[in-house]
């Protein structure tokens, strides 16, 4: 039986159209084994110059610093024993929100999701797919104003999820046409990804 990790990021709480979709999809591909953690909900430690040390492990770790680097464990095997990891990642100011790119840099760990090999980096975190909902309040799919694709696409990719489907819901903002519009395709999407 596969396993799904759901991580929603928007501060938007009920009024996300990010989470709403993901729920959306996890209702219509009858999902049972699914583990949700909200970013924004229960927000994770911004890394700093101390998490940066602790992340490399050591004995000479303060408390603080353990707890940090038992966090980081804990997330990193969350996401191993997934099969099917679903990202919302909301636009907010033509990238991520913070509470997303903290998961990343607390799961993003050399030796532990990624090592470096005389051949160039090689992801450790194999045979996952991922599937990223991305909510817009413009047009921003194959633009140069679309950071976040390019962005998920190479930190998934670096430790080693290169299976990744993206879901845009674009327009969101640009009246209720074109919010109901932009809504309808992400939905039409997800449905085709779950048949």
């Known amino acids: 039986m596969s396993k799904t990790l759901v991580l929603k990021s928007s501060i938007l709480g009920e009024y996300s159209q990010s989470a709403k979709l993901i729920d959306y999809m996890i209702e219509r591909a009858g999902a049972e084994r699914v583990q949700i953690r909200d970013l924004a909900a229960e ?3 911004m890394l700093d110059g101390a998490g940066a040390m602790a992340l490399r492990g050591g004995d000479q770790l303060s408390e603080q610093q353990q707890a940090l680097l038992a ?5 990193v095997e969350e ?3 997934a099969d099917t990891l679903i990202i919302a990642a909301p636009m907010y100011n033509f990238h991520i929100p913070v509470q997303l790119k903290a998961w990343i840099d607390l799961v ?10 005389e051949q160039g980096p090689e992801g450790l ?5 991922a599937v990223v909902v991305t909510t817009r309040g413009g047009m921003h799919k194959d633009s140069p104003t679309d950071l976040i ?9 670096f430790i080693g999820i290169t299976e990744v489907e993206f879901v845009y819901a674009e327009a969101l903002n640009m009246g ?3 919010q ?3 809504l309808d395709q992400a939905r039409q999407s997800l449905e085709a990804l779950v048949a």
Not at 125 to 129: A, F, T
Request: hydrophobic share 35%; aromatic share 8%; net charge positive.
């Open 43 to 45: 927000p994770l430690p």
């Open 71 to 75: 966090l980081s464990d804990g997330l």
């Open 79 to 81: 996401l191993q024993a």
């Open 108 to 117: 993003c760990r050399a030796g532990v999701t990624f090592r470096y090999t």
């Open 125 to 129: 975190v194999k045979g996952k797919k």
């Open 149 to 157: 694709t390019p962005y998920l696409r190479t930190v998934l990719g």
């Open 176 to 178: 209720e046409d074109a």
């Open 180 to 182: 109901k519009a932009g």
